[in-house]
Antibody, heavy 119, light 110 residues
Framework: QVQLQQWGAGLLKPSETLSLTCAVY????????WSWIRQPPGKGLEWIGE???????NHNPSLKSRVTISVDTSKNQFSLKLTSVTAADTAVYYC?????????????WGKGTTVTVSS | QSVLTQPPSVSAAPGQKVTISCSGS????????ISWYQQLPGTAPKLLIY???KRFSGIPDRFSGSKSGTSATLGITGLQTGDEADYYC???????????FGGGTKLTVL
């Protein structure tokens, strides 16, 4: 069954804002951190950032100025916004559940959303 | 350039054993737990190992993890063709206040 369901626009033009949402159907929402990770074509994983139920966030310093991660506890959802996208932001974007004490321990992942930035 | 360093590729024959290394520093591996992930082609990463050496639920004991100082190792014994995948190490980096991953290692089972 679906545990993390993610969605958002898959094709963007340069300078537009990427917007993705992940709905949580597994576990107790307030017990975890919720992460975004991306993977450019043919490349490795890059952690974008995380949020918990109270809105506490951490971000990858290389993306911090363009990233906003938010949470809606009433819907058990969290979202990612990445502004001023370029071709370098083309990637598969994943949402994942992270252990609050071991934040690199991500035991549930969404299926991924392919985002392409092209004029 | 990834914060954690992994070999780009490793290979071994079916039934054999392979190890994948992951090297970091005191701000990440040296003082934080490491996790290992398997990513089969076209799929999301899957958690294999957490807290350096603990197998996640459902992961066979052919997979093992260890850590020493600022390096960690994933071991896979009794290799199967189904183990062909990309493997990633990941940990918290206290200086960056975030999760960092290795560049990934492609395992080929010859």
């Amino acid at each position: 069954q679906v545990q993390l369901q993610q969605w958002g626009a898959g094709l963007l033009k340069p300078s537009e804002t990427l917007s993705l949402t992940c709905a949580v159907y597994v576990g107790t929402f307030n017990d975890y951190y919720w992460s975004w990770i991306r993977q450019p074509p043919g490349k490795g994983l890059e952690w974008i950032g995380e949020i918990n139920h109270s809105g506490s966030t951490n971000h990858n310093p290389s993306l911090k100025s363009r990233v906003t991660i938010s949470v809606d506890t009433s819907k058990n959802q969290f979202s990612l916004k990445l502004t001023s996208v370029t071709a370098a932001d083309t990637a598969v974007y994943y949402c994942a559940r992270a252990n609050p004490e071991r934040r690199s321990m991500m035991d549930v992942w969404g299926k991924g959303t392919t985002v392409t930035v092209s004029s | 350039q990834s914060v954690l360093t992994q070999p780009p590729s490793v290979s071994a024959a079916p039934g054999q054993k392979v190890t994948i290394s992951c090297s970091g520093s005191s701000s990440n591996i040296g003082n934080n737990y490491i996790s290992w992930y398997q990513q089969l082609p076209g799929t999301a990463p899957k958690l294999l190992i957490y807290e350096n050496d603990k197998r996640f639920s459902g992961i066979p004991d052919r997979f093992s993890g260890s850590k020493s100082g600022t390096s960690a190792t994933l071991g896979i014994t009794g290799l199967q063709t189904g183990d062909e995948a990309d493997y990633y190490c990941g940990t918290w980096d206290s200086s960056l206040s975030g999760v960092v991953f290795g560049g990934g290692t492609k395992l080929t089972v010859l």
